[in-house]
């Protein structure tokens, strides 16, 4: 049975460094036998259709085949739509009143133990929060990310060791529900 994914790629077309022309990233998926394969903006979502594998072995097989055609690595995170619409449902701000520059999604390759930011003061950084969800950690930034102090903490390497961790604004996060469940 054939199911609908997005794949998030972290940290292409930043910077000057590791470009990845999106419609290149059309055909090498197509070549590894997806089927729908659509891009969102430049910065590395793809929704596409896969009858084989789960989420893991097919961001390792995406992973395997950039590293391949464009000779870097890229971490890749795959999640179908049940999942990514959870994200959205489960969301623990009023995402409605919200700018979507003020609310993301920091996707993690796995489940993040909250111990694991225990030593994170909240206090210290309000208004900006973050709250940990199902693979996922959630974070308000009233004054955006680019100039968020929670968001640089949350992405030390004391954080993050082991995940992949890949965040998307909130207009990005329900496109990708959008786009999945075409």
């Known amino acids: 049975m054939a199911t609908t994914y997005a794949a998030l790629l972290r940290g292409i077309n930043v910077g000057g460094s590791r470009k990845l022309p999106m419609a290149e ?45 464009f000779g870097f690595t890229v971490d890749v995170i795959v999640r179908d739509h049940a999942y990514l619409a959870a994200v959205v449902r489960d969301c623990p701000f009023p995402a409605a009143e919200l700018e979507a520059k003020q609310l993301h999604a920091t996707y993690l390759s796995e489940p993040a133990d909250p111990g694991r930011f225990a030593d994170i003061d ?21 004054g955006g990310l680019g100039r968020s102090k929670l968001a ?31």
């Open 25 to 69: 990233l059309r055909t090498l998926m197509e070549g590894l036998g997806y089927t729908g394969v659509r891009t969102y903006l430049q910065s590395g979502q793809a929704v596409f259709t896969a009858s084989h594998g789960d989420e893991e072995s097919l961001a390792e097989e995406l992973a395997a085949a950039i590293e391949r055609q």
């Open 122 to 142: 909240q206090q210290a950084f309000l208004p900006e929060e973050f709250r940990i969800g199902d693979r996922v950690i959630y974070l308000h930034t009233p």
């Open 152 to 182: 640089e903490a949350l992405a030390r390497p004391r954080y993050t060791k082991g995940l992949i961790a890949t965040t998307r604004n909130w207009n990005t996060v329900t496109k990708l529900v959008e786009m999945t469940g075409d």
